[in-house]
């Protein structure tokens, strides 16, 4: 974990390339002070960052980012409200490059969708 303490998995189910994930973000981590004082917002670097580690766990493997595509942020994630988060990755390998697509929601509200190519490391 690249932000210590920042998120918790309460729930990973794999199916098939589909995996389902719950987490939950630690509203009290030292990021939110700075982004942004007394209004916290989760950075959506950090979601990157979150859902490139849960992938690196179900392909047990290390992981680079080669690209993104689709990468839409269509709701702001305040963790004082909203510290629970669904995220649904539909895992695929072709070729040695492994695509995700992601949707990640909280309550019923999309908040993030996003394409992902990696690249395993070493």
């Not at 990755?89 to 908040?111: M, R």
Request: net charge neutral.
């Amino acid at each position: 974990m690249l932000l210590k303490d920042f998120y918790k998995i309460n729930e990973i189910d794999t199916v098939d390339e589909t995996t389902s994930v719950t987490i939950s973000i630690n509203q009290h981590h030292k990021i939110f002070k700075g982004h942004f004082p007394n209004n916290p917002v989760m950075p959506g670097v950090c979601m990157m960052q979150i859902i490139k580690e849960i992938t690196e766990g179900v392909v047990g493997a290390t992981l680079f980012m080669e690209k993104c595509s689709n990468v839409k942020f269509m709701a702001l994630i305040n963790p004082d409200i909203n510290n629970v988060l669904k995220l649904v990755l539909h895992i695929s390998e072709t070729d040695g490059i492994i695509k995700v697509k992601n949707t990640t929601h909280f309550d019923e509200t999309l908040a993030l969708k996003l394409v992902a190519y990696y690249k395993k490391v070493g």
